[in-house]
């Protein structure tokens, strides 16, 4: 019996491999060679439309590992607590920006020692954006990075790292006003209106307007330490241009672009790559998600990205890779991509003074036939080498469980079933338990063996298990009873425990519901030493 309880005991006898539970990795190499555990609209709680906006989602972000966070400012009426912070033209709540600012003061540097990036998302006018430099300096003091700080520092310095910038906030804005800035009537008539007054006094009003623009312009480029770029609409489509582009950005820039953009540039995957070696880059979930779902984030990480920004409240599949990924590295918001992502080598076309070789420009394929041919090309120019490795096996030995409940239900009756999904960079296989075991959630048994073939890069790939519950019901679906996800790099082999995260938010639950497997992972090659 006592080693019965070792075996089923998740702490002791975890699948997680522990000596990972620490930050073990290089901290010294260059921001861009690392993926930041990033989230989108922050502020949201529930659902993007009607929910609430709620400065403690940011310290429940930062508390889980979070390291970049967004703050939409809307305009707040000239209130001191600086502008409103919501989701523009929707029905959302909004709180305010003193608010989420003493909020991620609070808890920035609870968990992780390193950066905290500000994304901010400004519509907002040239006092208001004044106000919010009072408000951050401050809130935040001296952990405010300044710009002229941050342009000081060369992309191979020591400065420019995750060590380097050791509990430092960096502001993520356009130095260029921004549209809420921009001359209008509405403008004019907030201050009286001009039709009143001599040509040189609407000359003077204009001058004075100007020159209020200009000191909030300088005023918030001063403390933009992470200066976002934005890419042409008129080039997203072609991506050799986007390419060339991005050379031209300095290492403090950062490009966002949306899932719908880099899903088409998943045919470019060595090319961008290879980009994202000197170049930031951040993606965001489309605008049709009003559910807050989240988009597959092993896609976005195979391009390179670095701040791959997830709806974090909401928690599916892809937040529980997301979470894997990020557990790597003892929770610190920041992972070592993998070696052959961030190796000078991998780019054929680099020289030694640090420059890359142009591509010519071309026009957008308008045919099969040129899109096939500019993918050879940049083949060519890009040959990103990842490591040639025999593809690996995985196999699972599903023996048993204790614990299994139904949180969200009076009833102690439940009939598990476990579901197991492998994804990673070109890969997905589900399978499922052939029975449930009827009106047994105290130590139901299994005994069912599954495995994995073909998967080819295993620092890349993600193991997700989950409990179920048959319903009686026809028409009712079957009930998810807990979760959980690990990255195969991180996975402890022989018989283990897994531990399951309850799905019903705020149940309160006796035990935790535990799953014993044996995991088999066969691969000749080993992970390389380069990796860490």
Known sequence: RQFQGYLLDYQTNGWYDSARRYVWQDMNQPLTHYFINSSHNTYCSTHQLKGESDPAMYTKVLREGCRCVEIDCWPGGGDPRGPRVTHGGTAMTSCWFTEVCVAINEASFEVSPFPVILSLELHVDDMEQTLMVEIMRNIFGEQLLTAKEMEAMTF???????????RKILVKCKKEKSEGDEDSSDDDDAVGGTASLTQDEQQQERLL?????SAANN?????STVQ?????????GNIK???NLLRTYKHFNIVSI????FAKWMKFIPAAAATTQSTLIRTYPKGFRFDSSNYNPVEAWELGAQCVALNLQTHDLNYYINRALFKTNGDSGYVLKPHWMREKPAL???KEDGTYTKLADSAPPTSKYEQQAQLVEMAKAYPLVEPVRDRATLRIHVICAQNISNPGSSSDSVS????ITVIGPKYRDVRTTKTSIRNNGFDPHWLEMFEFTNITCVEMTYLYITIWTKTSGLKVSDILLGENAINLSNLRRGYRAVPFFNSVPNARVRKIAVLLCNFELQMNTTIDSKDI
């Open 156 to 166: 191979g310095g020591k400065e420019f790292t995750p060590l380097g910038l050791l």
């Open 219 to 223: 005023r918030l480029a001063a403390v």
């Open 209 to 213: 307007k100007q020159a209020r623009k």
């Open 348 to 350: 054929a076309n680099l």
């Open 241 to 243: 241009t986007c390419i």
């Open 416 to 419: 598990p079933y476990i579901t």
């Open 228 to 236: 976002a770029k934005a890419l042409p609409k008129n080039v997203r």
């Open 258 to 261: 949306s899932e719908g953009v």
